[in-house]
């Protein structure tokens, strides 16, 4: 069974740090992209931060680039997110998201979701 694991989420002050992991397990062939999303009570999922496998250059939403760094390990299916100097409305679920392609014939990449974690920025 493929899927995506997360942890790390938590409550954390403002102005503090969280790392957030997602590993992807199961019988993988390859991954390209490793993305990671939130979504906050009563808005829509929105991007946060992505990586390609390529040549591993990240890109950043406007309203965490400078605070937040995505990063991936070398064998391409691990993904971190370290967040710092976190605010009130960073607050959310944040979901792992990475484009897989099963071991098997016949198989094609896809887009795979992990169950979120949640993040809590509060005094």
């Known amino acids: 069974q493929l899927e995506l694991v997360e942890s790390g989420g938590g409550l954390v002050q403002p102005g503090g740090s969280l790392r957030l992991s997602c590993t992807a397990t199961g019988s993988i062939f390859s991954i390209n992209d490793m993305n990671w999303y939130r979504q906050a009570p009563g808005k829509e999922r929105e991007f946060v931060a992505g990586i390609s496998r390529s040549d591993g250059n990240p890109y950043y939403a406007s309203s965490v680039k400078g605070r937040f760094t995505i990063s991936r390990d070398d064998a391409k299916t691990t993904a971190w997110l370290q967040m710092n100097s976190l605010k009130p409305e960073d607050t959310a679920v944040y979901y792992c998201?990475?484009?897989?392609?099963?071991?098997?014939?016949?198989?094609?990449?896809?887009?795979?979701w992990g169950q979120g974690t949640q993040v809590t920025v509060s005094r």
């Open positions: 998201n990475a484009d897989i392609k099963p071991l098997g014939s016949g198989s094609r990449f896809q887009y795979y």
